[in-house]
């Protein structure tokens, strides 16, 4: 078993945030301890403060179900692990309030990602996808992040906001500043995630005010605008909400999208299956791949009173933080959990979206980018194979990939 | 004629029951409206998920 040199005390206080856990993606041995001898437990030193860590997948459930006593408000630091509340970003999004305010936003944007709004996008991604993966060399290596996972993420939320076509590639990067947790205090990357997040903001008010000024639409700034729920928002809203739609569509799944080719490389025999029948294993694959690939490895919540878990005393006001990644390979649900199985009957259980009232609204359309992806890699016989290491994000919030190096091959029939 | 027996269905995503009986009048479900009588594009009123992610309580 991998660590056992750890002592229980050491284990106690286990500090699974540090980032070079993640960029060398040593994180899960970490993870499977915790979840076996440690489940609930206290780091009282970290880049971030003081946190409790949650590791199993039903204690996850449990605090996420319980969201009067696990407080997602941005008052109390909001969602992530870095408490945000004192930095000129304080992300007031929606998912970081508590009913009622989080609920009128988001009952706002639902109508935006229903199945018949979401099937009204599916030719687009079709078309979109087909001609990125057409356009790939072979044989040569490339980055898979920057040709595939990027171009296709940044179309599809370009759509959804109705952002100007020309103007789309700046929104990766105002994406990934809003993103950047990782940078903790530091007084220097957060003036600099200032400039990013407020350029970003300044674009995206001129369009809400025209759309404001334009009757109704079905995208996203449209219903902002003409929503009594979002209305007159301060500044800091205003950001919260853009920030959160486009992270959400955007970050969340060009990490999936990533993820899935190092998934093929681990497990060839399974991508063989899929190929042969995408049309039956396609949305396992996709659903396997959100769950292996856990690209928001956690959430925060913060006690609003003294209260028992898992045998442990949480007091008023500490930090919870839910590891999406661990619960997702808790053996206890998901057994040979680290295995992509495309065929897994109880997949769509993991928590990559959340779990309760704060659960993802974008993921139906998550699901559809992967999975169309992968049909249409099935339908060209594509083999990515990986060159080299991942460059992987420093980051215990997005887990995901700076460059994936890939050389490919596809067949011609 | 055998009595009918109301089910509740829980959504596993979040939690949510849907309770036969008192189905959802305030979105055009009257109670007493059978799971598989829902129209097919009821969601979770409370995360939208669809009704694959539901499973029976009991």
Redesign the interface.
Known sequence: MANTATSPEELARLDVSRAELWSSNSWRPHFARLRAEEPISYCPESFFGPYWSVARYEDI?AVE?DAKTFSSSWEHGGIVIFDMQDTGVQLRMFIAMDDPEHNEKRRAI?PA????AIAQLSAAIRQRTGDILDNLPEDTPFDWVHSVSIPLTTAMIATLFDFPWDERDQLPAWSDWCARIDIGPDPVLNAEREKHVFEMAARFRELYDQRKAQPPKADLLSIMAHSDSFGEMDEQRFIGAIALLLVGGNDTTRNSMSGLVERINQFPDAWQAVKADPKRLAAGAATETIRLQTPIAHMRRTATRDVELGGKAIRKGDKIVLWYNSGNRDEAVFPDGDRWDPERDNS??HLS?G???H?C?G??LAELQLTTLIEEMARRDMEPRIVGEPKRLPSCFTNGYEHISVTMSRSHG | MGEVIARRYRCLNCGYEYDEAEGRPELGVPPGTAWQDLPEDFLCPQCGSDQRDFEPKD
């Open positions: 459930v179900d639902a990602v229903t199945p018949s769509r259980r979206f779990y309760g009232i659960r609204l993921a139906r």
